[in-house]
């Protein structure tokens, strides 16, 4: 990953994938493209100077520059210890490795990079070998997927990556013309043909233009939309791990946001699509919504980019589409949460509900008037939204309930995809099921607000549960009100 002027862009002469973007912004940086990782803690950078032609005919590499990384302020405890465990074990059978992608953009930015990307000279069956647990993934741009720790760690071969790379071809860093003053993201090679090649830079482009607030130039928005529907073509498991790095890094407001501007909700989410939609929410509406505010808050306890498990926010999209689809007490959706949060018991959930004392967000639709209900009246509406949020995740994962929820809106492209696969289908159900299933023999609930995040990641119930329910109860009744 280069980044001149701030301008983040796969290195000139070698790339993990095809070139994907340019960022730009007003700071600048020296041109930093990988980073050599060492044993020892001081770890090498390499430099390349801009080039105009990166791949044509009597084009010569740029020399590398050997960088003391602590120049930049990076040092080996920045990197993550499964990401590090991969690339000691090729550096010690005598390849060479170096970090590549968002990760260097990251670290040098002083932000926790949500992945880690390796590039190495050994050849991907070479990697295969070295690593127990190691597959081959992809036919146009093959990379290694190495588990380690119960993460995947992405490992390209510079072999594989020269052969891959896009020839005769001349990228210019350079700010697009009509442009304005703000931060921005393009496509290294036009749009259109980046999008065609890979679609998944579509989702890479809303993900990277949501995570540092950046626009897109002119030229990439117009391909971001109209070249939309290329993301039906991609492998499901790919849509999960693209959207889960969009949902899951404190950036899924401005990614639903994103999404839903230009297009891509619809055909990714068409249910909540269909919300924003009978909501009258517009595609640049600067307003907010239930759903959105669930994702801000959980964005906030997710800053600065830590991720959660997926079925966190699969479950905050069951939990809201049961609120609109049938509007509830805020009680009832205060006890409700709580009782996630305590492992099933709804009776201590609602002692602790009643005792409130601050006033709900009027603003939601997805709240009805307050009632003064009796106990068993609430112990029977928390079953009944339980119910609801399972019958509702149900439908989340049918195509054809997917395929009929814009129905109501012709103009409207269709749509039955459903990238939830069964196991993540079953975790959700677990993080509710106490509610209906009563309290859980053993189940200890977390004390205090403090996450632990390595377990968030991880999928664990008491941080999932303990998570959701601050979203949802800090949204329904907000710190700031009395």
């Known amino acids: ?72 302020g990076i040092s080996t405890s920045n990197i993550s210890k499964p990401t590090r465990k991969v690339l000691n074990g090729l550096k010690t059978k005598g390849y060479e490795v170096y ?15 949500k992945d880690f990307d390796i590039i190495t000279t050994a050849e991907l ?31 390209s071969s510079f072999s594989t990556s020269a052969r891959n790379f896009g020839r005769g071809l001349t990228y210019e860093i350079e700010r697009p013309a009509g442009s304005d003053k703000k931060d921005f993201v393009r496509t290294v090679i ?5 999008f065609q090649e890979d679609g998944a830079r579509i989702l890479r482009a809303i993900r990277i233009a949501a995570r540092l607030g950046f626009s897109f130039s002119r030229e990439t928005a117009h391909f971001v939309k109209n070249l939309s529907c290329l993301i039906l073509r991609l492998d499901k498991s790919r849509l999960l791990m693209e959207m889960n790095y969009m949902m899951a890094y404190g950036s899924a407001e401005a990614s639903l946001r994103l999404l839903w501007k230009f297009g891509l909700l619809e055909l990714l989410l068409p249910i909540q699509a269909a919300y924003f939609v009978r909501t009258g929410f517009r595609r640049r ?47 009832v959706v205060a006890a409700f949460s709580l009782a996630v949060h305590n492992g099933g018991d709804i009776p201590e959930a609602i002692n602790i509900a009643k005792n409130i004392n601050k006033s709900h967000d009027s603003s939601f639709h997805e709240l009805s ?8 009246t609430l112990v029977n509406e928390v079953m009944d939204l339980a119910a609801s949020v399972k019958s509702t995740l149900s439908e989340m994962t049918d195509e054809h309930f997917v395929s009929q929820a814009m129905s109501a809106y012709p103009q409207a492209p269709f749509s039955d995809l459903v990238f939830i696969p069964l196991a993540l289908y079953l975790n959700v159900c677990k993080v509710f099921e106490c509610v209906t299933m009563g309290a859980e023999k053993g189940f200890v609930a977390k004390q205090g607000r403090r996450i632990d995040y390595e377990l968030l990641a991880l999928g664990s119930l008491r941080e999932t549960r303990h998570t959701f329910a601050r979203v949802v109860f800090d949204t329904v009744y907000p710190l700031d009100r009395t």
């Open 369 to 376: 008037e307050p009632q003064n209900l009796e106990n068993l």
């Open 285 to 331: 509406d600067k307003r907010s919504n239930m759903l959105l505010s669930f994702f801000s808050k959980l964005d906030r306890l997710l800053a600065p980019n830590r991720p959660c498990h997926s079925s966190l926010w699969v479950g905050i999209l069951a939990f809201h589409k049961a609120l609109s689809n049938k509007p509830r007490d805020p009680l």
């Open 99 to 113: 970090l590549v992608g968002g990760c260097v953009r990251d670290l040098i930015l002083k932000r926790t990079p």
């Open 1 to 72: 990953m280069a980044v001149s002027g701030l301008c983040f862009a796969c290195k000139p002469h070698f790339s993990l994938r095809p070139p994907l973007f340019h960022c730009f912004r007003k700071i600048r940086f020296s041109s930093v493209a990988a980073i050599e990782t060492l044993d020892e803690p001081v770890i090498q950078g390499a430099h390349f100077s801009p080039a105009k032609n990166v791949s044509g005919e009597g084009s010569k590499l740029s020399q590398w520059k050997k960088l003391n990384s602590q120049d930049l």
């Open 190 to 194: 036009p749009a259109s043909t980046s």
């Open 125 to 155: 069956r070479e990697v295969v070998k070295a690593f127990s647990r190691c597959e081959i993934i992809g036919r146009r741009f093959p990379i290694c997927h190495v588990h380690m720790d119960d993460t995947i760690v992405e490992v």
